[in-house]
């Protein structure tokens, strides 16, 4: 089955904190591809990250930071001294090499109080 | 840089009314595909296309219709839209091959009461 797990539906946490939000995989699939979604009150999707099943080096960029394990199907995402303005739904989501849909999870809406 | 522009971006339906969602792209991408998302689901594929006269079905297809007859189009037609069609619909389009982003339009706001 080719499914995405976002287990943590709501987070809350105080500006400054670190958060990661969690993302688990299930593809029987060699190659595939994850990505991460942004989606502000606005409503928009909003690309941050695509990530390649044959590359597991982590990426960082500014307050963002993604953990690829492909040996626990996980691809996590982390914010640095987080601000208000990331209060957002984040996705995450596969996809296959072959055709163009995307599996996405459930989504974890995250709260950041000033 | 247009991206991805879907219309109209609120609409009110009664039911039994029929509509379409227009969806336009002006970046050549071959793929293009139409999800709605529900509190709770997540987003789910509706029907996609892989290029101008090719459709295939999604993950839930059933009260959609679509056509591809050019590339930069992909329209999503509600025949006889039912209140459990009342949701938040985003287009989203990609270059062929494997692995390119997928971009996603604006969102549509579409309510059958």
């Known amino acids: 089955a080719q499914k995405v797990t976002q287990a943590q539906t709501e987070i809350s946490v105080v500006e400054k904190e670190d958060v990661t939000l969690d993302c688990v995989y299930e593809t029987r699939d060699t190659t595939y591809y994850l990505f991460w979604y942004k989606q502000p009150p606005s409503g928009e999707l909003v690309f941050l990250i695509r990530?390649?099943?044959?590359?597991?080096q982590n990426e960082i960029s500014g307050r963002y930071s993604w953990n690829f394990q492909k040996s626990t199907s996980s691809f996590n995402f982390t914010i640095t001294a987080s601000q208000v303005v990331d209060s957002a739904v984040y996705f995450c989501?596969?996809?296959?090499?072959?055709?163009?849909?995307?599996?996405f999870g459930q989504g974890t809406e995250l709260s950041v109080k000033p | 840089n247009a991206g991805v522009t879907q219309t109209p971006k609120f609409q009110v339906l009664k039911t039994g009314q029929s509509m379409t969602l227009q969806c336009a792209q002006d970046m050549n991408h071959e793929y293009m595909s139409w999800y709605r998302q529900d509190p709770g689901m997540g987003l789910r594929l509706i029907h996609y296309s892989v290029g101008a006269g090719i459709t295939d079905q999604g993950e839930v297809p059933n009260g959609y219709n679509v056509s591809r007859s050019t590339t930069e189009d992909f329209p999503l037609r509600l025949l006889s839209a039912a209140p459990s069609q009342t949701s938040v619909y985003f287009c989203a389009s990609r270059e062929g091959g494997s692995g390119n982003t997928i971009y996603f339009g604006e969102g549509s706001w579409l309510t059958v009461v």
């Open positions: 990530r390649n099943s044959f590359d597991e």
């Open positions: 989501a596969l996809r296959f090499r072959q055709g163009g849909k995307l599996i």
